[in-house]
């Protein structure tokens, strides 16, 4: 796990001052074991409940697209409308629950890689990373 050092560290390397809210930012986001899945608004309710205080909803923006653009996090667009970020930055699977509205990594194991037929002239594969809308099917519920 990281320490405050560090934290400070990969703001400064993002660009960013280490504030007490930003370094709290870093603490929710990266002193765990398991991966995390957040909305930006999820993220900045989580961290004025455990500062006490309210964060700045442009703070917590900023701090994670400027995580984002150094690759410290991934970005997981769901619609048009709504994105979650991912402390997992290699490449891998999602379900994305409707009902619930979260995020759930899926192990390679459950899809098999897909086949392009076709790539995009001039272009590479990055990756292929699928994400697999799931919901509550009440038809087939006993």
């Known amino acids: 796990m990281l320490k405050n050092t560090e934290f400070a560290d990969k703001l400064r390397f993002s660009g960013l001052r280490p504030t007490k809210q930003r370094l709290k930012i870093c603490e929710v986001l990266f002193k765990r074991d398991h991966t995390f899945h957040f909305t930006i608004n999820d993220l900045a309710k989580n961290i004025s409940e455990q500062l006490n205080e309210k964060i700045s909803l442009a703070t917590v923006y900023n701090t994670v697209h400027a ?65 697999v809308k799931v919901a509550t099917d009440y038809h087939n519920q006993k």
């Open 67 to 131: 995580f984002k653009k150094k690759g410290y996090l991934k970005e997981i667009s769901i619609n048009s409308d709504k994105s979650y970020f991912d402390t997992n930055t290699t490449s891998h699977h999602h379900f994305f629950d409707e009902d619930t509205n979260e995020l759930i990594d899926c192990d390679d194991e459950v899809i098999e890689a897909p086949k392009i037929k076709k790539n995009i002239s001039g272009k590479k594969i990055k990756s292929v990373e699928v994400l």
